[in-house]
């Protein structure tokens, strides 16, 4: 007989998931880092407006990687005497601050390429190691982007399928670089900032999708039509349950919070009501990712 205290499957499985998402956090902020570095110095020595754009890219996906680890963590924790419902709204937060970052980084990649075009910075050519930079860091960021949405379909998080596709909005961004690079060496210099051009525009259309998703949820809009309609269902078919109004769902996190009334027999003892609204409530909650169901029973 083991004397070593075992936990529970689904404690076993929340660890299993909590440290494959941070594993796939780390990777990112790896990858970033040295990323950050390689494109910034290599920009700079081969006179790369677009490079040192998507460095600054990189830049802002690692303190956006930083953000995500932060929130994961403190969404973890249990509630208290100040967060009644948990801390699950820690990873909207940081949804949001990701979307921002975007924004910020998108405008000021924006605001420089212009005023290349202004004639404030003269168009020279490049240097051919910048290319091959670009071509390595399209590569990198698409494999990144395939590795993290598998973690993230795995752990149900929409913070990092957030952060995964941010990862395919920089490998997109990288092949405008390259392809800018390229017309640049090919004798085209104007390419070079149109490229950057494109990326800001790209990046900043990111952040504001992210930060308006993220906005929404902070302010109390409604679960998906699909799981309203399936939570509805379950609800209906619960044995003892004659109808139900009122449904109301709000998001917390990558939860759900759920109100309704119940049309229950008016004849029914008060034992009889609750039990039926137990088992409504236990229906719910194990079909979808719901974190409490609150019912109120109406006699008819």
Same mark, same amino acid.
């Given at each position: @007989?083991s004397?070593?205290?075992t936990l529970p499957?689904?404690?076993h499985?929340?660890?299993r998931?909590?440290?494959?998402?941070r594993?796939?956090?780390?990777?990112?902020?790896?990858?970033?880092?040295l990323?950050?570095?390689v494109?910034?110095?290599?920009?700079?020595?081969a006179?790369s407006?677009?490079?040192?754009?998507?460095?600054?890219?990189?830049?802002?996906d690692?303190?956006?990687d930083?953000?995500?680890?932060?929130?994961?963590?403190h969404?973890?924790?249990?509630?208290?005497?100040?967060h009644?419902?948990?801390h699950?709204?820690?990873e909207?937060?940081?949804?949001l601050i990701?979307?921002?970052?975007?924004l910020?980084a998108g405008a000021?990649?924006?605001?420089?390429?212009?005023?290349?075009?202004?004639?404030?910075?003269p168009?020279t050519?490049?240097?051919? $190691?910048?290319?091959?930079v670009?071509?390595?860091t399209?590569?990198s960021?698409?494999?990144?982007?395939?590795?993290?949405?598998? $973690?993230?379909?795995?752990?149900?998080?929409?913070m990092?399928?957030?952060?995964a596709?941010?990862?395919?909005?920089?490998?997109?961004?990288s092949?405008?670089v390259?392809l800018?690079?390229g017309?640049?060496l090919?004798?085209?210099p104007?390419?070079d900032?149109v490229?950057?051009?494109?990326?800001g525009? @790209?990046?900043?259309?990111t952040?504001?999708g992210f930060a308006w998703?993220a906005?929404?949820?902070l @302010?109390?809009?409604?679960?998906?039509?699909?799981?309203?309609s399936g939570?509805?269902q379950?609800v209906?078919?619960?044995p003892?349950v004659?109808g139900?109004h009122?449904?109301?769902?709000r998001? @917390?996190?990558?939860?759900?919070l759920?109100?309704v009334?119940?049309?229950?027999?008016?004849?029914l003892?008060?034992?009889?009501g609750?039990?039926?609204?137990?088992?409504?409530?236990q229906?719910v909650m194990?079909?979808y990712?719901v974190l409490?169901?609150?019912t109120?029973?109406d006699?008819v």
């Open positions: @007989m004397l070593i205290p499957d689904h404690e499985t929340d660890a998931e909590h440290i494959a998402a594993r796939s956090l780390w990777v990112s902020v790896a990858l970033n880092l990323l950050t570095v494109q910034a110095v290599v920009g700079l020595f006179g407006q677009a490079l040192v754009a998507d460095a600054m890219h990189s830049l802002s690692l303190l956006a930083f953000v995500a680890m932060l929130a994961g963590h969404s973890r924790k249990e509630a208290d005497d100040d009644h419902y948990g699950h709204r820690y909207t937060a940081a949804s990701l979307g921002v970052l975007l910020a000021g990649m924006l605001w420089t390429a212009a005023s290349k075009f202004a004639g404030n910075t168009m050519s490049v240097h051919p $190691i910048a290319l091959v670009a071509v390595i399209l590569l960021k698409e494999a990144l982007f395939r590795y993290m949405l598998a $973690i993230a379909e795995k752990v149900r998080s929409s990092l399928v957030a952060n596709w941010h990862a395919r909005a920089d490998a997109a961004s092949l405008v390259a800018g690079i017309g640049n090919l004798g085209y104007w390419l900032p490229a950057a051009l494109l990326v525009f @790209m990046i900043g259309k952040g504001w998703e906005l929404g949820d @302010m109390d809009r409604s679960a998906d039509e699909d799981s309203v939570i509805r379950l209906l078919e619960t003892g004659l139900l009122d449904l109301r769902t998001r @917390m996190g990558d939860m759900i759920v109100d009334h119940l049309e229950l027999d008016a004849e003892t008060v034992r009889q609750h039990d039926i609204a137990v088992e409504a409530r229906r194990a079909a990712p409490d169901v609150m109120h029973v006699p």
